[in-house]
């Protein structure tokens, strides 16, 4: 509508510039330009075409004389241009838009903070505003999709559930978890941050980027500020949302009719009799999926208080979250405050801490996706009311045909709850010696304090499900971490020179102490019963203490000159007390150089480009792998042991070794290099990033497995036995325009990477993913991408007894004698004429080509709307529940239409194998028939706000309100048979579906307020 509006405009203008200025009348055309609601002073307002033009003032107002026909151009320094018609207006307000690439921004790199254009390393950014547009709970399923070369898988759609990140991918087999910083508190942990309390998160995805984090940052560090005050004035803001969550993908699952039909027709094809004789009669039974699933309510609201000084800043939230399960028995809730000040004592002397304080409760309900999905449609979830009497309130449930306990009857005698506290924060005092020269000593601590707290009633369904005695159970785990960092900053500007070098030491500590207590036989269920000091028998005690240590020395140099090539260095030097002395230390160095092309002088006359960098760095980090190496692995250590001795069978306290240390073990090292390239264009309304890089890690510690001689009770030792390469490319690509009132940013982030493992202990393949029905699952081997899925080869279906006789080897013997019709072909793939272990292959792969996250957000007027979509592509899949749900055998459920899709005669189908609960043919073997295209497209987010003007604002007292809808996980679009394709897994085990927590997708409504 605007082009047509604006179409007489334009052949009028073309009119009078043919018929000269006789036509034009001048007015005076007077208005305001802002960014983000504040004014904007000093931007320029041109007449198009022509040198005529004003500056905005304090306030961001201008005055110009200007015709009907004339266009104004808005135009600031590191802002999109934007062009207006001006028509028959006299009054014109504009918002500009920042450039993508605001080169003057500045990211936080670790112990400092660089502007982005001096960086030189692989460093993505996104800010907290972007953030907090999903309506989630936690700051990892905040990310998917917003950064290049940042992988989120989910864990599941359980409350207080966070997601898993990788940072380009895998580096090791053992744990690929980044390094968090939350206001310069180096974590394992950020489960308790509230989305609404981030400012921006930057990610360091090279080594010569995180090299200056040491041993925790081989897996990539992502550096999380929480908001800061900046605004002389007090500002409150209110932000709250409540939405609806349902299951976003529901099983089709056979009802009590198609059940009983499936299990006929298996028993007939294996010679049986009818097992139902009516199975119409059963109608749709019972649908333990609905049994255990429900629509729920969310909730989250936030409460800030900021205001910034000459000499004092202070910002402070609190938070409260509470969230329902989608499944039964899963609730969450959670309260967050937070308090940041910064006090300048004088010139020289700056005092602050950032503190962050939280306390959820997770309510652990069973495990019932799995259970859900092949319990039987023919059994009611309870007795009939004349067969309760005298049982129990948890014995009043049916038992059931298979070896599946009752689902309601587990969630109604499930009692299980967690409680966790978490303090965490620092204090800093930042002393300026010298002009240039600082010092800053900071002291961080983690503390957390979580109670675990279950309860297991006595009761009786059937044999193999039932509770003679009751128990109880409390855990206690306490954790305190420590960090004591002292640096010196000097920065130095020579002319055109400029040094900036940092030193350091620091100190780290940490203490993990654990107590468990469980006790049997209490008098009775009642609630007030539920604790220890009630049992009367059957008490066990358990506890341990953890101890870490490690001292680091740090050294980094930034240099610059012109602000065209740009140099940067750091060495990390870290003492583990994981590694024996010989080997207690390493030396990590990293060096990246950049080159901004764009600052020559030989392009300044190349207008359409803004930014023309080339970046390359190199390093090596230390990986000490803390989180899965036993403390005690450098040591063989001695505990107590009970023997049998003598005629009388005496029981005996001994000692026996516990393990078998490693007096060799060192440090693990990945080595990264990295090139990249980072483009602006078009007045940076176009703005690229990309890069390439290859991680290789030496010496990579991992269990190794010992001979079964040197005694029981431990089968491995940590060894530096292996080394893993991966390779890669990141892509990050936004563009920005804005036309009149239409505001609009498009954002496309794309990642790929290829893992390999090059050395294994002693060559020893690594198998993984127990299966109770296809055994294990995946495959690392030398030489190839880690977890792969390796199974059988199927090739069709045998539709006649002449195709069974013809699949055989040359000598003639036919390879699947218990084959009938209808029964799979597996190939015979080293053609001895027999299926074994040696006919598998590698049959699927679930490391996706790449994975993607694409933005696009418009605004216009008051109104703004916001859509994200994430994916992956490429990556193969495992439903684990298929051997199941689609064999038809055993007496479990089954999808659907298994019914139907099975064969049943000749040419019925070539690709689902006839029912059978005998299958001598072993049909449902590991094969690739269970592997499926992993691919999907998700429209993870999509938002639609309004923002009140400025006159009902006012009126209302507030500074800002805006009002939006919003939903998440809205479709997705896959092949896959499963609830979600988007899982995590670890290195050697990924991409199977065990049955996992499903996905929630949320409707919500929700205001921003300021006031």
């Keep these: 509508m605007k082009l047509i509006k604006t179409f007489p405009s334009l052949i009028l203008s073309i009119f009078l510039l043919i018929g000269g200025s006789i036509f034009a009348q001048e007015k005076q055309i007077t208005g305001t330009v802002s960014s983000s609601g504040e004014p904007m002073p000093g931007v320029t307002v041109l007449l198009k075409g022509t040198s005529k033009g004003v500056v905005t003032d304090f306030d961001g107002n201008f005055s110009i004389s200007a015709n009907n026909t004339d266009t104004l151009v808005f135009s600031y320094i590191g802002f999109l241009s934007q062009e207006v018609i001006i028509g028959n207006a006299s009054t014109i307000n504009v918002s500009l838009l920042e450039s993508t690439e605001e080169l003057n921004e500045v990211v936080l790199i670790g112990y400092g903070s660089i502007k982005k254009k001096d960086l030189t390393s692989a460093i993505s950014t996104v800010k907290g505003d972007e953030l907090s547009k999903r309506v989630v709970s936690n700051i990892q399923d905040a990310l998917s999709g917003q950064l290049p070369g940042v992988q989120v898988s989910s864990n599941g759609g359980k409350p207080g559930a966070s997601s898993t990140i990788t940072i380009r991918g895998i580096s090791t087999l053992g744990d690929n978890t980044p390094l968090y910083v939350v206001d310069d508190v180096p974590l394992d942990d950020i489960n308790f941050l509230s989305p609404q309390d981030i400012e921006s998160v930057q990610v360091l995805k090279d080594a010569s980027a995180s090299a200056i984090f040491g041993s925790r ?42 059940y009983a039909n499936i299990l006929n027709a298996a028993s007939l094809n294996d010679g049986g009799n009818l097992i139902y004789s009516d199975p119409e009669s059963l109608g749709n039974g019972t649908n333990w999926w609905n049994e255990i699933t429900q629509s729920t309510a969310i909730y989250n609201a936030n ?21 329902e399960g989608i499944v039964k028995g899963s609730d969450f809730n959670r ?99 010298l002009n240039g020269l600082s010092f800053k000593s900071q002291f961080s601590i983690y503390y957390s304090a979580w109670e675990n707290n279950w309860f297991s009633p006595d009761y009786y369904i059937e044999e193999n499900d039932k509770l003679e005695v009751n128990a109880v159970g409390r855990t206690h785990n306490n954790k305190l971490n420590t960090t004591w960092n002292n640096t010196v900053n000097y920065n130095k500007e020579i002319g055109n020179h ?38 009367t028998e059957g008490f066990i005690t358990t506890g341990n203490n953890e101890k870490y240590s490690l001292i680091s020395y740090i050294g980094r140099g930034n240099y610059s000159y012109k602000s065209k090539y740009l140099l940067t260095a750091t060495v990390r030097a870290d003492g583990s007390s994981i590694f024996p002395n010989g080997n207690k230390w390493g030396i990590f160095p990293s060096v990246s150089g950049a080159w901004v092309a764009s600052n020559e002088d030989f392009m300044q006359d190349i207008s359409w480009i803004n ?46 070794p516990e393990n ?42 991992m269990a190794k497995s010992i001979p079964a001689y040197l005694g029981s009770g431990y089968d491995s030792q940590w060894a530096n036995v292996g080394s893993f390469e991966t390779k890669g490319f990141d892509l990050g690509i936004t563009y920005k325009k804005q036309i009149n009132k239409l505001k609009s940013s498009f954002t496309l982030n794309l990642s790929s990477y290829n893992a390999k493992v090059v050395e294994l202990a002693d060559g020893e393949a690594i198998w993984s993913g127990n299966h109770q029905r296809l055994n294990s699952l995946t495959y690392t081997a030398e030489g190839q991408t880690p977890g792969l899925f390796y199974g059988f080869v199927t090739d069709g279906i045998f539709q006649n007894q002449t195709e069974i006789n013809s699949h055989s080897d040359n000598s003639g013997n036919i390879i699947q004698p218990y084959a009938q019709p209808g029964d799979f072909r597996f190939k015979d793939l ?110 993870t987010n999509l938002q639609l706000g309004y923002t009140l003007n400025d006159n009902i604002i006012k009126s209302l007292g507030f500074t800002r309100a805006r009002i939006y809808m919003s939903g998440e996980n809205l479709f997705t ?17 990924s991409g199977i579906d065990w049955g996992h927590y499903p996905l929630p997708k949320t409707f919500n409504i929700g205001v921003n307020l300021s006031f």
């Design 303 to 323: 409460l800030s208080i900021a205001k910034a000084t000459e000499d004092i800043k202070i910002s402070s939230s609190i938070s409260y979250q509470d969230q």
């Design 830 to 939: 080293n053609g001895d004429g027999t299926l074994d272990d040696d006919d598998r292959e590698v049959i699927g792969d679930p490391t996706p080509d790449f994975s993607f996250g694409f933005n696009m957000q418009f605004n216009y007027d008051n109104f703004d709307l916001s859509a994200l979509f994430t994916g992956k592509y490429g990556n193969d899949m495992l439903n684990a529940l298929n051997p199941y749900l689609m064999s038809g055998s055993g007496t479990y459920n089954s999808y659907a239409g298994l019914l139907d899709k099975a064969w049943s005669g000749e040419g019925s189908t070539n690709s689902q194998p006839r029912l059978s609960n005998d299958d001598p043919n072993q049909n449902f073997r590991y094969s690739d028939y269970y592997i499926e295209d992993g691919s999907f497209i998700r429209l």
């Design 498 to 535: 400029s040094f900036n070098l940092l030193g350091g030491v620091i100190l780290e500590s940490q203490t993990e102490k654990t107590l468990s207590g469980t006790g049997e036989n209490i008098p009775s269920n009642h609630p007030d019963l539920r604790y220890l000091d009630a049992a």
């Design 660 to 701: 078998v240390g490693n007096p060799s073990i060192q440090w693990e090292t990945v080595e990264d290099l990295n090139f990249g390239i980072d483009l602006g264009l078009f007045n940076n309304s176009l703005n690229l990033n990309f890069d390439v890089y290859k991680r290789t890690t030496h010496d990579m510690l």
């Design 335 to 433: 309260v967050t405050a937070r308090l940041n000040t910064e006090y300048k004592l004088s010139d020289k002397i700056t005092i602050g801490e950032n503190f962050t304080f939280a306390n959820s409760k997770t309510e652990n309900g069973p495990d019932l996706v799995w259970n859900a999905h092949r319990l039987e449609p023919v059994t009611s979830p309870y007795l009939a009311t004349y067969e309760r009497e005298g049982l129990n309130e948890y014995s009043i449930f049916s038992p059931t045909i298979t070896d599946v306990p009752n689902a309601i009857g587990q969630l109604a005698r499930t009692y299980n709850d967690t409680e966790y506290s978490r303090a965490v924060g620092n204090f800093y005092v930042n002393l300026e010696v």
């Design 611 to 656: 930014l023309l960098k080339t970046r390359v760095g190199w390093g090596q980090i230390g990986n000490d792998n803390r989180n899965s190496i036993p403390a005690n692995a450098k040591l063989t250590t001695i505990g107590d042991e009970y023997y049998t001795l003598g005629d009388n069978q005496d029981i005996v306290l001994g000692t026996a």
């Design 973 to 989: 679009l896959t092949s896959f048979s499963g609830l979600d394709p988007d899982i995590s897994g670890s290195a050697t085990e």
């Design 217 to 258: 940052a081989s897996n990539g560090v992502v550096i999380i500020r929480t908001k800061q005050a900046k605004t002389n004035k007090v500002i409150v803001s209110f932000d709250a949302y409540t939405g609806i969550q349902s299951v976003a993908k529901n099983p089709n699952l056979a009802s009590a009719t198609e």
